[in-house]
Structure formats: structure tokens, C-alpha cells
């Protein structure tokens, strides 16, 4: 059984700082493609950054120098360090293993993110 397990939402301050994890299990992580998405309230769902098995990065633009997307494989899991939050990053945050070859798609279940003051 697959199971994508996020964490680490909450409520923030503009300009703090907040750390997601995703536990994966049931997955051969290492093979995987990982990112986070993030979908606001009546908006669609979109991709943040992702990284892949090779540990490429790429980012969305609006989180370029703010947000840091990382990977560990020994604990199969998945991170993204949110620094200099801002009020549109306010959304429920998704993890997201695709399978280079297999296309295999897996979600976990969202973390809520809020910034406010």
C-alpha cells in the first residue's frame, strides 16, 4: 500500500518560516520523481517545485530564493523549507511521487499552510 504522509502545516506570520515533510512508504523512493503542489482556495492546483530522482530542482517563479525543495533518501522522505512566507502562499500543500518510467502517480493527502497576521 502506498502511502504519501505530509506534515508541518500551520499558522504563520508574514515573513516566517515553515518546514513541510512528506514520509513515503510502499514506494521505491529513490526512483521516483517528488514535488510539491499547492492549491489555493477556489484556484487550481499548482506545481511548486519539484526535484527529481537525480535530485534536479526546479521552482515555481513566486518561490525562487524563498522555498527549498529537498529529498532523503534513507528516510524516503520529502521536504520543502518555506522561508519569507507571504499571504498568496496561503493554500493546502500536496506531495507528489511520479515514476520516470512507469508514470505511476501517487498523492498524499495535503497539509493546510496559512499565512496571516
Known amino acids: 500500500q502506498v502511502q504519501l504522509v505530509e506534515s508541518g502545516g500551520g499558522l504563520v506570520q508574514p515573513g516566517g518560516s515553515l518546514r513541510l515533510s512528506c514520509v513515503t512508504s510502499g514506494i521505491a523512493f529513490s526512483l521516483y520523481d517528488m514535488a510539491w503542489y499547492r492549491q489555493a482556495p477556489g484556484k487550481q492546483r499548482e506545481l511548486v517545485a519539484d526535484v527529481s530522482s537525480i535530485g534536479t530542482t526546479k521552482y515555481m517563479d513566486s518561490v525562487k530564493g524563498r522555498f527549498t525543495i529537498s529529498r532523503e533518501h534513507l528516510k524516503n522522505a520529502l521536504y520543502l523549507q518555506m522561508n519569507s512566507l507571504k499571504f498568496e502562499d496561503t493554500a493546502v500543500y500536496y506531495c507528489?511521487?511520479?515514476?520516470?518510467?512507469?508514470?505511476?502517480?501517487?498523492w498524499g493527502q495535503g497539509t493546510q499552510v496559512t499565512v496571516s497576521s
Open positions: 507528489n511521487a511520479v515514476h520516470p518510467w512507469t508514470k505511476a502517480n501517487y
